[in-house]
């Protein structure tokens, strides 16, 4: 009678049951040997872990890995957002507070064995100390900055109805017979008087007649010709007046010299009235 082992040992290597091609192949609990006409070493087969699950979260199985989808959203990192309680810092810059929160974070997570240094300790306070101290000191500073423009902007009030001296007593002419408008303030009553228009280097060009009219700033026109009715040249002309007030006497004013009838603040920026135009304070050299 023929052993058993021997014929089933038999069967085994005449007959090879058919797997189907969508199986998976059978797991060997020992390594296959390479043959002679093959030189490729198998890649060892190691066997499957069950999926494991870790705070609820459920990893990702060898089925999942077809579909992108399904992969899990607790393993994607998330993006920072005021929503979640995430405290971002766009300009990088560390203040006051979470200098603090560094500090008193590294004294939590400290080596109870070997506990921080106290003088790191004392050097990282003095820091913190001294950054406060720092930014108190430039909140003081631009509080100070503020305060003192708006004072001194308020204070230009007190200048309406005195002289606003500009410094500048010309008017630019464009040539070719263009007139030329030009306000000049009279500051008392006028008989009669004349206005004298004169080039850069002192010759007189023309002049305009002023009847009797009472104290104020007048908008004069100058046709742009010289006394013979000759076309000026175009270029920088200075404005002068003389006349005759109420009481006989010869008075002077120019262009340029003007009463401050009102003050406009734009922005930092603070505006004269006078004449029929606002000008800014820096351009005025003298108030009286």
Not at 3 to 26: E, F, G, R, V
Not at 112 to 129: F, G, H, N, V, Y
Not at 147 to 157: A, G, K, V, Y
Request: charged fraction near 20%; charge should be negative.
């Amino acid at each position: 009678m023929t052993p058993i082992n021997t014929s089933l040992s038999t069967l085994t290597q005449t007959q090879k049951p058919a797997t189907p091609k969508s199986a998976p192949a059978p797991l060997s609990a020992q390594e296959p040997k390479p043959t002679q006409e093959s030189k490729t070493e198998p890649v060892p087969t190691s066997p499957l872990v069950a999926p494991t699950t870790a705070k609820g979260i459920k990893m990702p199985t060898p089925e999942d890995a077809e579909d992108k989808t399904k992969v899990s959203s607790a393993a994607m990192p998330k993006k920072s957002s005021k929503a979640d309680g995430d405290v971002t810092n766009p300009k990088g810059v560390l203040g006051k507070d979470d200098f603090l929160k560094l500090l008193l974070t590294e004294l939590q997570y400290q080596d109870p064995t070997e506990p921080m240094d106290t003088e790191k300790i004392l050097a990282q306070t003095s820091q913190l100390a001294t950054l406060e101290s720092s930014n108190n000191t430039n909140k003081a500073l631009s509080n100070l900055a503020k305060s003192f423009t708006n004072s001194q902007q308020f204070s230009t009030i007190s200048a309406i109805g005195k002289i606003a001296d500009l410094g500048d007593d010309t008017i630019i002419a464009e040539g070719k017979g263009k007139p030329v408008d030009f306000d000049m303030y009279i500051p008392s009553n006028a008989l009669s008087g004349t206005v004298s228009i004169s080039d850069s280097s002192g010759n007189m060009v023309d002049t305009i007649t002023i009847g009797d009219n009472p104290k104020g700033v007048y908008q004069f026109t100058w046709n742009g010709k010289d006394s013979s009715g000759n076309m000026a040249d175009a270029g920088t002309y200075h404005i002068s007046a003389t006349y005759l007030d109420s009481d006989n006497q010869t008075r002077s004013t120019k262009v340029g010299t003007y009463p401050i009838d009102s003050v406009k603040f734009d922005g930092e920026t603070t505006l004269l009235g006078v004449g029929s135009k606002y000008v800014p304070l820096s351009k005025v050299v003298e108030v009286y």
